[in-house]
């Protein structure tokens, strides 16, 4: 994350592609919160999130126990007009179970 930084605080471009990887990342590190802000972070800049991104964030929540962020991620691809996929769903899904909200899943 303190690579990312530094590219958002100097003159290099912050894509989708540099964004996702800092979101894996956050997913890889159990970083759920800094996903987030991430994600939240992209659609403020005008950065345009995809099922890539959106899959790693609902992941790091998932992997959290945070299921009703991975929930409210699956609303927010839905507005955005972002394509789930099986493993975005799969994520959601699994986040749902893990806290015993079978009827979310």
Same mark, same amino acid.
């Given at each position: 994350l303190r690579l990312f930084n530094i590219m958002a605080q100097s003159s290099l471009e912050c894509n989708k592609? +540099? %964004? !996702? @990887? +800092?979101?894996?990342? %956050?997913?890889?590190? !159990?970083? &759920? =919160?800094?996903? $987030?802000? $991430? /994600?939240?972070?992209? *659609?403020? *800049?005008k950065v345009e999130s995809d099922t890539i991104t959106f *899959?790693? +964030? /609902?992941?790091?929540?998932e992997k959290a126990g945070q299921w009703e962020q991975a929930w409210h991620l699956l609303l927010v691809m839905a507005e955005s007009k972002v394509r789930s996929n099986t493993i975005t769903f799969s +994520? @959601?899904?699994?986040? %749902?179970? =893990?806290? !015993? =909200? &079978?009827? =979310? @899943?």
């Open positions: 592609f +540099a %964004c !996702g @990887a +800092a979101i894996s990342a %956050c997913e890889k590190g !159990g970083n &759920w =919160k800094e996903a $987030l802000q $991430l /994600v939240s972070g992209m *659609s403020q *800049s *899959s790693a +964030a /609902v992941s790091a929540c +994520a @959601a899904i699994s986040a %749902c179970q =893990k806290q !015993g =909200k &079978w009827e =979310k @899943a």
